[in-house]
């Protein structure tokens, strides 16, 4: 996997409860409608795998988890689970865009009325997957959901954060965002998140960022959070690197860890604490995993 934090894409049901997804035919925004629909009708809740052909992660999880019997027959029992390919169809463009999403695969866990439980990214192992499933269906008994709008309105978003998803004009000059953030009421609300989160800014949000952290956490979500605190720590990484203060950092990725899973977390800090200062960290207990 070329970047730590990296996810996928096209629309798909469960044929049956042993084998992979299938995608849908329709990739249009009436499929995903349609779906919603669906999850009324059965009284379920909703899967969504975004992803994208030529992903690894992605074609790992349609091989070696989706088919998984206890996987398939919890998708089965309790989900509507939809698929869409975000290269190729506009709807999963569209959702990227709705909640940031940088990485791949990423899922969804949402409500038929379109409220997100949850939101994961990365590949998931059989059991992480299937605890991940049983947490959603007991957030939602629970009325426990993110603080994401239900729909999709285009109209909320500033016309660059539309291009960069939607026609992947990613290339965004920090002024032009910069203009827009500063001029917002509160950088805590959604498009804001999903604009500093999803175009992956830095600067002068970084601080904001780790000092909401707590409540962005709670009102968007472990994966939504995570992966820019990680983008956050390389950056902070460099600057602590400059007054080889390796204390400090350690203080900094101590502080972060309740955000990660503990596998997340072997990982993530040994990749950080790695060649500290341009050299090799003596008590860095932990390696690269590929």
Avoid at 154 to 165: S, V
Avoid at 267 to 276: A, N, P
Avoid at 278 to 288: H, Q, V
Wanted: with cysteine; proline share 4%; aromatic share 14%.
């Amino acid at each position: 996997m070329k970047r730590i934090f990296q996810i996928a894409s096209a629309f798909l049901l469960l044929a049956c409860p042993t084998i992979a997804l299938k995608a849908q035919t329709q990739t249009t925004d009436e499929s995903w409608e349609l779906v919603k629909k669906q999850a009324v009708a059965e009284k379920k809740l909703i899967f969504v795998d975004l992803y994208f052909t030529g992903c690894m992660p992605c074609a790992q999880m349609d091989k070696e988890v989706f088919p998984d019997p206890k996987v398939a027959a919890l998708l089965s029992a309790d989900f509507v689970t939809f698929k869409s390919d975000i290269m190729k169809e506009e709807i999963g463009k569209k959702l990227c865009m709705k909640y940031g999403v940088t990485g791949f695969p990423t899922f969804l866990f949402v409500n038929s009325d379109g409220k997100i439980i949850d939101v994961a990214g990365g590949f998931q192992g059989v059991e992480q997957f299937t605890a991940l499933l049983q947490n959603a269906k007991e957030a939602a008994a629970k009325g426990n959901f993110k603080k994401y709008s239900p729909q999709i309105q285009e109209k909320d978003y500033p016309e660059f954060y539309q291009q960069a998803y939607m026609a992947g004009k990613r290339n965004v000059s920090f002024d032009v965002i910069d203009a827009y953030l500063k001029a917002q009421p509160s950088l805590l609300a959604e498009v804001p998140f999903v604009i500093i989160s999803g175009l992956r800014v830095g600067k002068d949000y970084d601080e904001f960022f780790l000092k909401n952290i707590k409540t962005l956490y709670k009102d968007y979500g472990r994966s939504s959070v995570n992966v820019h605190l990680f983008d956050i720590l390389q950056r902070k990484k460099k600057e602590f690197e400059k007054t080889n203060d390796l204390a400090s950092f350690k203080k900094l990725l101590e502080s972060s860890k309740e955000f990660y899973t503990p596998q997340e977390w072997t990982r993530f800090e040994g990749i950080l604490l790695k060649d500290f200062g341009g050299t090799k960290t003596a008590d860095n207990p932990y390696t690269l995993q590929k």
